[in-house]
């Protein structure tokens, strides 16, 4: 049986000033991902490209200053496209804004309502194959931006494209002799050129000199990308990049030009049913993406820290209400800024903070220079990010945990990649109820909590699944310092990997509170025989 990744000590200093040295570098990745993809979601959407980067700052700057997701990062999100599109042209764009203002009060009542406990619900297979899913998307869909094809924006997390072709036509499409026309050698050579920067600066001898600890990769690919762009025009014209394989934020003159970027919603239609009909979906298909990647960042924090659910609905609903109030697209903690935060080495949430700084920034200061940023040296940047979300040994790992875990894991990378995030997820969760009713047929059980004392004993049942994950979540998350813990498996037949996993992670918390930790008889997860059982007891 495999055992759980080893997880690091956690460290006391975890606090946002002693940490920037990592969160600095790591929001300025996060910052050159999320410009595009700001941009291309607000085209996806129909609204204006400073719609985007409105959702974008505040998704930055506000989010964090009320959540306590410390590796999340909010903005713009690809799965909200077509609900924003298709509100966008029933509404109209200043009535459709009203709609992601009272979207953000429903979400920021649904937060107040304890509401939170929703994501709870969904198993790690579940969540673990929508990681794998996007990192396959990700990776699939950089593949034509790395060679200078961008007819589809950045961000398109889709099956099918804008320009006809689903995720895996594209590919072979791009050798062809209409299409081939438009790639740009040069787009590909500084896509390669990108690309090789980033694994050499992870192959250890390089990360054992201080140069590369201190230089974030990402930024150098960027600089090499911009510089590369420059000087392959020079050499000859084919190898010139066009406008539109470059970024491309609108330039403004001045602030009083900035203002004139803004919209704001239209109070009139607050008698419009159609309004109501429409903040209540985003309300409920934001809240519900957003809970899904408070807990998929969350499963890949180094720190196994656990995000207030209820406090992060709260966050996205306030934040959403400043954002229609002021032109912007709807808000919720997006994966792919997440992944590629943690992946550059966030170690707390001001690297989230840091990138909506820098968009503001850029966007009011320095457009003229990120419109340099060639999209091939993003897209290199992507395509790792990608491959660390879905890489082979997660397949074997999940695998290994076996059927019951491994089966609603591929079908929610499969149903993913070939629909979409809200659908894939779907298909996932059905499969995974699935697999519960069939070992529920075989034995049931939950578990048991007594008190003694200075003493709390959880016994665990026959069987534990990923159903009491918010109950023992709970549980464990309300037991006072310095007090004493006992896990007892000893009667159970069945234990999820779910249960497995909290209790495993749950050691790094216990030792942070000063808790005396005993766990009897937990030899693993899955199904186990009760027969001769010898007395394990971990301390």
Same mark, same amino acid.
Request: glycine letters at 8%; aromatic letters at 8%.
């Given at each position: 049986?495999s055992?759980?990744n ?15 040295r990592? #969160?600095i570098?790591?929001g300025?990745?996060?910052?050159l991902?999320? !410009? ?14 400073y719609?985007g980067?409105?959702? &974008? ?10 959540s306590?997701s410390p590796? &999340? ?17 029933d509404?109209g764009?200043?009535?459709?804004l009203?709609a992601?203002v009272?979207?953000?009060i429903f979400?920021?009542a649904l937060?107040?309502?304890?509401a ?5 619900f =969904?198993?790690?297979s579940?969540?673990t194959g929508m990681?794998?899913?996007?990192g396959?998307i990700i =990776?699939?869909k ?13 961000g398109?997390?889709?099956?099918t494209?804008?320009?006809?072709f689903?995720s895996?036509?594209?590919l072979p499409?791009?050798?062809?002799s209409?299409?081939?026309n438009q790639l ?5 050579i ?7 920067i980033?694994?050499l600066?992870?192959?250890?001898l390089?990360k ?12 150098v690919?960027?600089?090499?990308g911009?510089?590369?762009g420059l000087?392959?025009?020079e050499?000859?014209?084919v190898?010139?990049?066009?406008e539109n ?5 609108p330039v ?6 900035l203002?004139?970027?803004?919209s704001f919603?239209d109070f009139?239609q607050i008698?419009?049913l159609?309004?109501?009909v429409?903040a209540?979906?985003l309300a409920?298909?934001?809240?519900l ?10 499963k ?7 995000s207030?659910t209820?406090?992060e609905?709260?966050a996205? &609903? ?7 109030l002021?032109?912007g ?9 997440s992944?590629?935060?943690?992946q ?6 001001a ?9 503001l920034?850029?966007?009011m200061?320095?457009?003229?220079l990120l419109?340099?940023?060639?999209l ?6 992507l395509? !790792?990010?990608g491959y660390?979300?879905?890489k082979?040994?997660?397949f074997?790992?999940?695998?290994q945990t ?5 089966i609603?894991?591929?079908a ?7 629909t979409?995030?809200l659908l894939g997820?779907?298909? &996932? ?15 049931a059980g939950?578990?048991?909590e007594?008190?003694d004392?200075n ?12 159903l009491?994950k918010a ?6 998350d ?8 006992i896990?007892?498996?000893? #009667?159970?037949?069945y234990?999820d ?5 909290i209790?495993?992670n ?8 000063s808790?005396?930790l005993e766990?009897?008889?937990l030899k ?5 025989g009760?027969d001769?059982k010898e007395?394990?007891?971990e301390?």
């Open positions: 049986m055992k759980v080893s997880i690091p000590q956690y460290d006391e200093e975890l606090g946002v000033l002693s940490n920037l990592y #969160d570098p790591a300025v990745v996060v910052f991902v999320a !410009v595009p993809l700001c941009l291309g979601i607000a085209l996806a959407s129909g609204a204006p490209l719609a980067l409105i959702s &974008g700052i505040l998704g930055g700057i506000l989010v964090p200053l009320i306590r590796l &999340g990062v909010s903005g713009p999100a690809a799965g909200l496209a077509v609900i924003v599109l298709t509100g966008i042209q509404l764009f200043e009535a459709f009203l992601v009272m979207a953000g979400q920021a937060g107040v309502a304890k939170g406990v929703l994501g709870y =969904f198993p790690s579940v969540i990681l794998s899913g996007i396959i =990776f699939i950089q593949i034509p931006h790395a060679v200078g094809y961008n007819k589809d924006y950045m398109d997390l889709s099956f494209q804008q320009d006809g689903n895996f036509s594209v499409n791009l050798f062809s209409n299409i081939l740009t050698p040069g787009a590909l500084i896509a390669a050129v990108s690309l090789a980033l694994i600066w992870e192959l250890p390089l054992r000199q201080r140069i590369f600890q201190l230089v974030p990769a990402s930024l690919a960027v600089a090499a911009i510089l590369g000087i392959l025009g050499i000859h014209p190898l010139m990049l066009n394989q470059m970024v491309s934020i403004v003159q001045s602030g009083a030009d203002l004139n970027q803004l919603p009139s008698g419009n159609q309004v109501y429409t209540l979906t409920v298909v934001a809240s993406e957003t809970l899904l990647c408070v807990e998929a960042a969350d890949l924090d180094p720190y196994k820290r656990v207030p209820n406090r609905l709260v996205q &609903g306030v934040a959403n209400s400043v954002s229609g002021i032109g697209l709807p808000i919720t903690q997006v994966i792919v800024r992944s590629a935060n943690i550059a080495g966030a170690k707390t949430k690297a989230g903070f840091v990138h909506g700084v820098l968009l920034i850029s966007v200061f320095i457009p003229f419109n340099l940023i060639p091939a040296s993003l897209a290199a940047i395509l !790792v990010v660390k979300l879905a082979p040994e997660l074997v790992k999940m695998y076996g059927a019951y875990h491994f609603p894991f591929i929610t990378v499969l149903g993913l990649v070939f979409n995030l997820i779907a298909i &996932g969760m059905m499969i995974s109820l699935f697999c519960v009713l069939l070992e529920n047929y075989k034995v939950y578990y048991h007594e008190h004392g003493t709390t004993i959880i016994r665990l049942s026959e069987q534990v699944t990923f009491n109950n023992i979540l709970q549980t464990l309300q037991l006072p310092d310095h007090s004493k813990v896990i007892d498996a000893s #009667d159970s037949r234990i990997f779910d249960i497995y996993e209790i495993q749950y050691k790094v918390e216990a030792k942070r509170k808790i005396e766990i009897i008889n693993g997860y899955g199904t186990m009760l001769n007395v394990l007891v301390r």
